[in-house]
């Protein structure tokens, strides 16, 4: 079953960097204080590193396609990268990794909630479904850092119900998809898709599949392609 929605929308810029906004009146790591009248401290106080938690931690999976190529069993080859639980971590991680662009092809790389595997094995994942956009070949790693802004920061209404996010490099295009955990309930799928759709300023008509009838397709492919040994 695919479920189609193609209602257009919002830019994401303002929210970047939104959970490390500091709010008015408090003081930002690093900013030196210098309150006249406390004289328990040095006057020029250096506020220690307090780093901003993240609601969920969340885990970067990998999977190479030389790696790939080697497995027999789909899945075997993916590898945890690193958890991270703070804002400062992301960066920290984001800003030592490759962008979508510069990974090779074959490559899937995978940004979940910790302990929630990229798989429609996983129990949590097994009822789900994802919803999915595909780029051309080089052009997707801006909409991939709103895609983990958008999860990270909690920005999306039904955020409970996201697994995490993988970008899938083929040769011509770049597919970043969203994985959510209960594909029967049509509300929240519509409303992370329509969500999504905003906070990438992306106009265009979206598909969601259920895992489980993309669980049937391969079992059909795989039957057909053994019926095909057996017949000839
Ligand atoms: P894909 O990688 O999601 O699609 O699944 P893509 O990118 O269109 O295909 P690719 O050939 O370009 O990589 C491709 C195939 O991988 C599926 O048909 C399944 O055989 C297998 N597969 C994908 N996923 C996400 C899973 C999974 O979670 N579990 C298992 N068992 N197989 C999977």
């Known amino acids: 079953m695919a479920l189609v929605d193609s209602i257009g929308g919002l830019s994401l810029e303002e929210e970047i960097r939104a959970s490390s906004v500091v709010g008015e009146g408090e003081i930002e790591e690093g900013e030196i204080t210098g309150d006249e009248s406390d004289h328990s401290t040095s006057p020029n106080t250096i506020i220690p590193h307090q780093p901003h938690v993240l609601e969920h931690s969340w885990t970067f999976w990998f999977d190479s396609p030389a790696a790939k190529q080697k497995q027999s069993t789909w899945g075997s080859s993916i590898?945890?990268?690193?958890?991270?639980?703070?804002?400062?971590?992301?960066?920290?991680?984001?800003?030592?990794?490759?962008?979508?662009?510069?990974?090779?092809?074959?490559?899937?790389?995978?940004?979940?909630?910790?302990?929630?595997?990229?798989?429609?094995?996983?129990?949590?994942?097994?009822?789900?479904?994802?919803?999915?956009?595909?780029?051309?070949?080089?052009?997707?790693?801006?909409?991939?850092?709103?895609?983990?802004?958008?999860?990270?920061?909690?920005?999306?209404?039904?955020?409970?119900?996201?697994?995490?996010?993988v970008i899938n490099v083929r040769i011509k295009q770049e597919k970043i998809s969203i994985w959510t955990k209960n594909a029967t309930n049509e509300t929240a799928q519509v409303s992370i898709g329509k969500q999504w759709k905003e906070f990438l300023d992306y106009n265009e008509s979206i598909g969601f599949i259920f895992h489980d009838d993309a669980r049937k397709t391969e079992s059909v492919q795989a039957n057909t392609q053994v019926d095909d040994g057996v017949t000839r």
């Open 79 to 165: 590898r945890p990268v690193h958890t991270f639980g703070t804002v400062e971590e992301f960066w920290s991680l984001y800003n030592n990794i490759h962008k979508p662009s510069k990974l090779a092809v074959g490559a899937d790389f995978h940004c979940f909630k910790h302990k929630i595997e990229p798989k429609w094995e996983d129990p949590i994942c097994a009822n789900g479904g994802k919803w999915t956009i595909s780029f051309p070949r080089g052009k997707s790693d801006t909409s991939w850092l709103y895609t983990l802004l958008a999860m990270i920061g909690e920005q999306f209404d039904n955020g409970d119900e996201i697994c995490g996010a």
